[in-house]
């Protein structure tokens, strides 16, 4: 089972890569307003999602504790994420706040991922 959880981690980590390095790559082009929310932070963001319940799942399985008030805050974060990213997929540009609304929210849930222990 430890296997399949640190795989699970492994998964939940490329996914966090694909929806920041997606926002990094912007980040100029926000600045001149013309960013947009590319495939990769889409596909990023329900990495996010499927491997985090599935790691809920498999830590609960396994018995082991998971905080349910880290995990809940997480999981309203990334649900703002997922929807801001979700209508906008096809928007030509995105305006600068809802842009840096998502890069914000995400680092905010890595910090809450690692600095809440
Ligand atoms: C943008 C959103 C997210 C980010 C940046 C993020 C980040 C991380 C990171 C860096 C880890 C590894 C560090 C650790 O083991 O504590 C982790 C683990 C984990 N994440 Fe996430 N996560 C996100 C969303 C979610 C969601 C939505 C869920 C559940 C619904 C979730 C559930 C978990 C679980 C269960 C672990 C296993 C380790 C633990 O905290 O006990 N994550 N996450």
Redesign the pocket.
């Known amino acids: 089972m430890d296997v399949l959880?640190n795989v699970?981690?492994a998964l939940?980590?490329i996914?966090?890569a694909s929806?920041?390095g997606g926002f990094l790559t912007q980040m100029k082009a926000m600045g001149a307003g013309t960013a947009r929310f590319i495939p990769a932070m889409l596909h990023?963001?329900l990495t996010?999602?499927v491997?985090?319940?599935a790691?809920?799942g498999?830590?609960q399985a396994d018995d082991?504790?998971?905080?349910n008030v880290?995990?809940g805050i997480?999981?309203a974060?990334?649900?703002v994420?997922l929807a801001l990213v979700y209508v906008k997929r096809d928007d030509e540009t995105v305006d600068k706040g809802a842009f840096a609304a998502v890069g914000g929210?995400?680092?905010a849930?890595?910090f809450?991922?690692?600095v809440?222990?």
């Open positions: 959880i699970f981690v939940h980590i996914g966090i929806l920041l990023g963001a996010m999602l491997t985090g319940v790691l809920v498999l830590n082991q504790a998971v905080n880290k995990i997480k999981l974060l990334l649900v994420i929210l995400t680092a849930n890595i809450i991922a690692t809440w222990t």
